[in-house]
């Protein structure tokens, strides 16, 4: 095991000036405390005050999510967190990161400093420095809805969508749908591509035919839906699964807009169930993530890595709750052929060509 | 909450009656305590018993699986289940199963009898009786190797099979090979099936055309090698993966009745890394399961079905464990193109005309 005497010979330093390196002490210069903290990580050196009973520190990294108030997508996750991790004595920060808090300090010298033993990360993009040094990171991580490959020290968590969007299917199926459109969130999302999967997998299974102009990439945001939606309901939709809650939101009104209700005409479902979906009108048919349990998900993939079980892949089953968004199907005729360039065809012909 | 009474009520018997069906008293015919306790688990009654501290017991039963010595297979999976339950003061009790077992009574019924919080199940085959029930059961469940759609009450456990054959394949081809064949376990197999998709997706990501001839069903024994490997040797193979180890080892030995050399001439590689691995002549180059691991995950899985976090996979990292079974590739001629009925290409035939 490595100890601070051996970084000391390493970096040709004292101890004392370790110990002021890794304990944030003030007379010693930026550029010396940050080789120290870097061969300190490089030398795979676990700080004891992280071990040590009285300092059990865990942190919650947020980005691009919301969690002040109840009504948003990440309070409950970041709740059950703090839940779980608060009944076995551990403390928990919770600290909103961008790609620039990123970039000032490396993720591994980042927690030594800090003395946290793990964190659980949401939010976060393909693009975002830390998520290239989750590749060779020795510190427990629970990363929400991203895949790190290979690293024992890193563990992808979420919820089952493949499950989740094969129910949203399958109910649309039994009102006598067939016109079923996956309005989809980002093609550069792990989920998105996830959910699509899903999506063509259950409608091929059903024995209906993969219509390309009905398999579309979007964003996350409700305005996303006012350019789709004509297109969706000239290919003939009576049915629109949604990528998330906000984005059916903006199809519901869009459907309005274009003169056609919900569920009467159009069939309307979202993803998560956050609380304002129960709320709208109509309240929507959604396919729930349980955030709570996400959250203390969270914490149980820690302790499983703090004791050397590595796990991989953690998923939650998904539900789907059904509420009045949804009915049985009213056919429309099909007015307009054209494929737009955000159809899975274009976007990730990959996908599309499988055969699920 | 069911209580005692709400069931005495149900089944027109007294209190003391019910309190005897589901307490193994004797006084009581075995068809009526069987319809109690029937009446019970459909009335989604959870014995108090089974709630209280002083009773915390869990159960790992097991099939097809040897665990008695550090040898076998199951030894660890057992071992490692027991330190984690036994950390917070749960019973273990380790049961023998079989189909005929599993007849006697349904799934949720014994549990409730001998007042069980939750099972860890461990080899079983999807023909088990008990299997079917795991679908609608309502007991906490972590189920090794298999997946059970929907019920939030059970989760998949297992290794990361998909990136454990990537490993295999992938250091392979950085040895030189590009004839690598995969004799895998049953058909039948969940984990079979998702390790051939894993074997067809990586050689076709390192553009290397697919060879049905390479790719074979055949059994999780030693004695399935002694077949298959002259055909596999026809076809060029100058590497084969295994579907376990005990199929390594069969393997090594018909290379040498074909008169060639491991890993001279083929290089061998085994799946799970059980201990007779590292002893074997040569030691086997492995993707290693780490059993104790998979152990306590079991535990922890239940742990948190038990707190309402319904996990649906929970899958642990494969590690390849690099031994003298595997050198440098020696290409040899293709003598015989037919190819045997084992192939993936007659035996899931959906698997292999997939795009991978």
Not at 32 to 44: C, H, Q
Not at 85 to 102: H, R, S
Not at 264 to 274: A, L
């Amino acid at each position: 095991m490595v100890t601070i005497q051996d970084i000391a010979n390493e970096c040709g330093v004292s101890i004392s000036t370790v110990s002021k390196a890794l304990n944030g002490g003030h007379d010693i210069s930026e550029a010396l405390r940050s080789e120290i903290l870097d061969k300190a990580v490089a030398m795979g050196y676990t700080s004891r005050k992280a071990k040590k009973r009285q300092n059990r520190r865990l942190v919650v990294f947020v980005e691009n999510m919301e969690f002040d108030t109840p009504d948003q997508f990440g309070y409950d996750i970041v709740l059950g967190f703090r839940q779980a991790a608060g009944k076995e004595e551990w403390a928990v920060d919770v600290i909103n990161v961008t790609p620039e808090f990123q970039d000032e300090k490396p993720y591994d010298a980042y927690m030594l400093e800090k003395g946290y033993s793990g964190s659980f990360a949401l939010g976060f993009s393909l693009k975002d420095p830390w998520m290239e040094q989750f590749n060779y990171t020795r510190v427990p991580t629970a990363l929400l809805d991203n895949m790190i490959p290979m690293n024992p020290y890193v563990c992808n968590i979420g919820t089952d969508s493949e499950e989740g969007i094969g129910l949203a299917v399958e109910h649309l199926i039994s009102l006598g749908h067939e016109k079923i459109a996956f309005l989809n969130g980002s093609v550069d999302s792990l989920v998105s591509n996830q959910r699509m999967s899903a999506y063509l997998r259950t409608i091929v299974k059903n024995h209906i035919p993969v219509d390309p102009a009905l398999a579309i990439y979007s964003y996350f945001i409700a305005d996303a839906a006012h350019y789709h939606v004509p297109n969706l309901l000239n290919a003939g939709a009576t049915a629109i699964i949604c990528g998330n809650d906000l984005l059916a939101e903006g199809v519901i009104e869009s459907v309005r807009d274009c003169g056609l209700r919900v569920p009467e005409d159009v069939s309307v479902i979202g993803f998560d169930d956050i609380p304002t979906s129960a709320e709208f009108d109509p309240p929507i048919t959604s396919i729930r993530q349980d955030r709570l349990a996400l959250g203390r998900n969270g914490y149980y993939v820690l302790h499983a890595i703090l004791n050397s079980v590595a796990q991989s892949i953690s998923m939650l089953r998904a539900e789907l709750v059904v509420r009045s968004s949804t009915a049985v199907a009213k056919p429309r005729l099909v007015t307009d052929r054209s494929i737009d360039k955000d159809s899975v065809m274009y976007q990730n012909p990959d996908l599309y060509n499988a055969r699920y």
